[in-house]
């Protein structure tokens, strides 16, 4: 690596460290970013909500989720994911070389800034007449994710679910996503969106060397494409962080 590298947007919020946070969530040993601890201690278990078992629909004439999220903060790439980008962008748009630490390590990343409203990639017109990202289908796993897959805080562990953003309705421009129940068949395409979400996940876990329980939760989520239970769909489960193999229905 290059020590002549140094960290470009030390003063903006990022969403590398949010991403270490959620690696954080699903590992049974503690993580630390940029010398801080992430959480007091390694979470007991990881629940699986219903409501993962839900579709995701996006208005195709909706930015809303561009245009408000929080910013300014980094959008942000590994090394692999950097290099499989058709086009690069340059400019202040660039994807720059930065420096963070994850348990002590130093590891090299891309990161560009989001404004405060608005994305410098929301350039692609739509028929509907909505914009898209020109980034699409290689966007950052931050934009990816956003309120499709969420790791989150949850009692003595964590929680995997899909839910609205918590804040909506403060937003200048309402988001359009809705989370409706699906049939087994339409399941199958949602889940299989979904572990490509978590497979980024684990590639963002790998590269920094985080032990997770992710690819536990890819092979159950997995399992579940092949054969699909309408009744499994409506019950949260729960997995045991140091014994990965037990997992249980909650009532």
């Known amino acids: ?33 940029n010398g801080k601890l992430c959480l007091p201690e390694p979470p ?19 930015d809303a989720c561009c245009m ?16 499989a980008l058709p086009v690069r962008p340059e400019g ?17 990343v891309f990161s560009t800034v989001k404004p405060l409203y608005g994305c410098p990639f929301l350039t692609v017109q739509k028929e509907c007449g909505g914009k898209g990202c020109e980034l ?4 950052p796993l931050e934009c990816w994710a956003a309120y499709k897959i969420q790791i989150q805080k949850y009692k003595e562990g964590s929680i995997i679910l899909k839910r609205p953003p918590s804040r909506a309705w403060r937003w200048t421009i309402p988001p359009k996503c809705t989370y409706p129940e699906v049939s087994p068949e339409e399941m199958t395409v949602e889940l299989t969106s979904d572990l490509d979400i978590l497979t ?13 329980i992710l690819p536990r939760i890819i092979d159950l989520v997995g ?21 990965p193999s037990v997992y249980r229905y909650t009532v």
């Open 223 to 243: 399992a579940m494409i092949y054969q699909p239970n309408p009744e499994i769909f409506r019950r949260p489960f729960i997995v045991d962080m140091n014994n």
């Open 1 to 33: 690596m290059d020590n002549s590298v140094k960290p470009s947007y030390a003063s903006i919020p990022s969403s590398i460290e949010r991403t270490v946070y959620r690696l954080a969530l699903l590992s049974p040993t503690p993580v630390t970013f």
């Open 68 to 83: 408000i999220l929080p910013g300014p903060i980094t959008l942000d790439y590994i090394p692999s994911e950097l290099q």
């Open 44 to 62: 007991k278990n990881v629940t699986l909500g219903s409501s993962v078992f839900r579709k995701f629909v996006c208005d195709p004439s909706c």
């Open 200 to 212: 980024r996940y684990l590639s963002w876990a790998r590269y920094f060397e985080i032990p997770t």
């Open 92 to 108: 202040e748009r660039e994807f720059k070389p930065d420096i963070i630490v994850v348990n002590d390590r130093e590891f090299e």
């Open 136 to 139: 699409w289908p290689n966007h």
